[in-house]
């Protein structure tokens, strides 16, 4: 268990110390403004309350994956189509996350 705790740790210490390139965190955060934008029209909460925790959840979890993946070697890619990857890939673990925590509403199906 110590193990486990370490790991999280040197995890975490190294996250908070992480420096994304200008070209990542601007490919996080309009893709992050995007996305939380989209999912304001899906889910039954108020958009103004929706909205920013959607922002914040969202990008942080594609910060997460961008750091996950940093020692990553994809040949063919640039860095920003690799960013761009790794972003997408948190947005759907956090899209499904804030999916389950607000209720998805009926208002875009009766159009």
Excluded at 14 to 27: G, K, Q, R
Excluded at 40 to 47: C, L, M, Y
């Amino acid at each position: 268990m110590e193990q486990y705790i370490d790991i999280a740790a040197r995890f975490w210490n190294d996250f908070a110390s992480w420096n994304p390139t200008a070209l990542t965190m601007y490919s996080i955060v309009g893709f992050g403004v995007l996305s939380s934008w989209i999912l304001t029209k899906f889910v039954a909460a108020p958009p103004l309350f929706s909205g920013p925790i959607s922002f914040m959840i969202l990008t942080f979890s594609a910060m997460i994956s961008n750091f996950s993946a940093r020692s990553f070697i994809m040949m063919g890619t640039s860095e920003l189509q690799k960013a761009l990857l790794f972003t997408v890939v948190g947005h759907a673990v956090g899209g499904l996350l804030l999916l389950a925590i607000f209720k998805v509403g009926e208002k875009g199906a009766h159009k």
